[in-house]
């Protein structure tokens, strides 16, 4: 058995507990109650399958998730408020990245330049070299193995995607403009067979990206069933000649397709003759007095379910290579291990030139909370499904695309971990709320500094950007008189990009790797011996044990 445990920063205040008893909730994840869907327990004691109090009361005011579903319904299943917060379930898998650590080595210096003299003069660690690059044939280099998650058509991507472009630009990574942008553009303009005429919306994406790209990462535009009925792919590649689409099977909160929230009727309506699945139905008289009345307030908009073959994908990937694109890339979800098996082949087939697959649980701005914690294959033992599928490939003699792993990541060394586990398959790690974060705290900053509000956590380190931002004068000193085009948003990006360089640099360091190129699988130990069994990770005490006894015994 594995001994599991919550992080520091658990938060017991969902539900009443004792001091006492909070051991026996250790390592639950409590149905029927959270502070995702705004729900708590009214009892001290909770029964742990079902989450309800044992001692449920009639007349009861409130509020586990049962009794909030029972006069607002549907509403429960998402966290909210929509548009304010993004959401990351909070499932504790037997299994993940905290059951591995990274070896350190006293000897040698993997991956300095051709040349370089090993010793304690070159092997400093920031001399680690941290770039990397995917692609089949035509490459795209990143500073920094991380980019950005899918940024679609939620309101969190739109109202911070001045902020989150220009931080990834100028931290030379990819970010990756999700689905829907096109079909929810308000002055979307349709031809007259009903394909993307004009998009301000989009165009307004990729211009904001390209304004500060110098050559590092790419915006990648990401298609599912919608996006491609309205022509999105020929409407990006004729106005703006991007390289890169993205085609996209599903993600790791969830495979029911994009959703958002809408808060009008006329828009719900608009949105429905677009094509777009739209709940309840803004077009039914009932629903209609309904919403007039207050019952409800929001729908929601939903994308339709894909379906795959091994000929409409391949077809799919000629046709967009036909359209213009250099590269495509394939973004999947955490489905079953029959189509993660099915990303890996057929994109090998297709020579797709990056496959992102995303593990389970989920983050995300709107997706159902049950799904995003009961639904999928959770990213620890996908990544280790998929390093198994990609090594019987590779020994008949096929070449697998590179990969990139997401699903829960935050700082480099879950990334590190991710990469050498993967290697040498997996090139990159996608993040999602990891790197949204940065871009709204730099942009909040901003705001509270404008309004003279600065909260006392921010105010203890200076009252003006200048010394509230440490690489502040390095980005001015580099745009000069652009500097000012630049958010603070994009500087929090920029910011929370350049620790992470450095604290990967310092963990490449102590593991004797000077470049992403060298590092491998033996630079991994598994804490228990089912993380070893479930990734081929050496168990602790058995990696490098027959070259120890070597040493002892010569």
């Not at 990756?176 to 553009?185: A, F, H």
């Not at 990462?217 to 919608?226: A, D, I, K, P, Y």
């Not at 033992?381 to 599928?389: D, R, T």
């Not at 705290?441 to 931002?469: A, H, M, Q």
């Amino acid at each position: 058995m594995v001994s599991l445990g919550l992080s520091p920063q658990t938060n017991f205040d969902i539900i009443e507990v004792l001091p006492e008893h909070k051991e026996n909730y250790m390592n639950l994840r409590q149905p029927n109650a959270n502070e995702a869907t705004g729900t708590t327990n009214r009892s001290r004691d909770v029964a742990p399958v079902s989450g309800i109090c044992t001692r449920c009361v009639d007349g009861c005011k409130g509020s586990c998730e049962i009794w909030l579903s029972s006069f607002r319904g549907r509403e429960v299943l998402y966290p909210g408020p929509f548009g304010e917060i993004t959401a990351g379930a909070d499932k504790n898998y037997p299994i993940d990245y905290s059951h591995l650590n990274i070896q350190g080595y006293a000897m040698g210096a993997r991956g300095l330049p051709e040349g370089t003299e090993i010793g304690p003069d070159s092997a400093v660690f920031y001399s680690v070299n941290t770039e990397t690059e995917y692609g089949w044939d035509k490459k795209v280099k990143m500073r920094v193995p991380i980019f950005t998650g899918a940024l679609g058509s939620t309101d969190i991507a739109r109202i911070n995607w001045e902020h989150f472009a220009i931080g990834a630009a100028i931290s030379g990574i990819t970010i990756v403009c999700g689905e829907n942008v096109c079909g929810v553009d308000p002055q979307l303009v349709l031809d007259s067979k009903g394909k993307v005429k004009k998009s301000p919306e989009m165009d307004r994406r990729i211009d904001l990206y390209k304004k500060f790209w110098d050559g590092y990462g790419e915006m990648l535009v990401q298609m599912n069933v919608e996006d491609t009925r309205l022509g999105t792919a020929e409407y990006v590649a004729s106005k703006h000649n991007l390289d890169t689409i993205e085609l996209k099977w599903g993600q790791g909160a969830k495979c029911i397709g994009g959703e958002i929230k809408v808060k009008s009727l006329d828009r719900a309506v608009e949105l429905k003759k677009r094509g777009y699945i739209v709940l309840p139905d803004p077009t039914r008289q009932d629903t209609q007095i309904a919403f007039k009345q207050g019952a409800f307030k929001e729908f929601e908009r939903h994308s339709r379910l894909g379906f795959i073959s091994k000929e409409s994908f391949l077809e799919e990937v000629d046709r967009l290579k036909d359209v213009g694109f250099k590269r495509v890339t394939l973004k999947t979800g955490a489905y079953s291990a029959v189509e993660l098996a099915m990303a890996i082949r057929y994109g090998s087939e297709a020579k797709i030139d990056l496959l992102t697959i995303d593990g389970a649980p989920g983050g995300t701005g709107m997706s159902p909370w049950p799904m995003m914690n009961e639904w999928g294959i959770p990213t620890f033992y996908l990544q280790s499904l998929a390093i198994e599928y990609a090594e019987l490939l590779r020994k008949r003699g096929l070449r697998v695309p590179d990969m990139a792993m997401a699903g829960g990541f935050s700082d480099e060394p879950g990334v590190f971990k991710a990469i050498a586990m993967g290697s040498p398959y997996f090139k990159a790690v996608c993040m999602g709320r990891g790197l949204m974060i940065p871009g709204m705290v730099g942009k909040n900053i901003e705001k509270w500094i404008k309004d003279g509000d600065l909260p006392k956590t921010v105010s203890k380190y200076g009252s003006v950007p200048e010394e509230i931002f440490v690489t502040w004068e390095e980005l001015k000193e580099k745009y000069g008189a652009r500097f000012k085009e630049i958010p603070m948003g994009a500087i929090g990006i920029y910011t929370y990009s350049q620790k992470f360089k450095i604290g990967l640099q310092q963990i490449m360091a102590g593991n004797r790797n000077f470049t992403l190129q060298s590092v491998s699988r033996n630079d991994l130990m598994a804490l228990t011996e089912e993380a070893s069994r479930v990734s081929g990770i050496p168990y602790v005490m058995d990696a490098y044990a027959d070259e120890a006894l070597t040493v002892l015994l010569d």
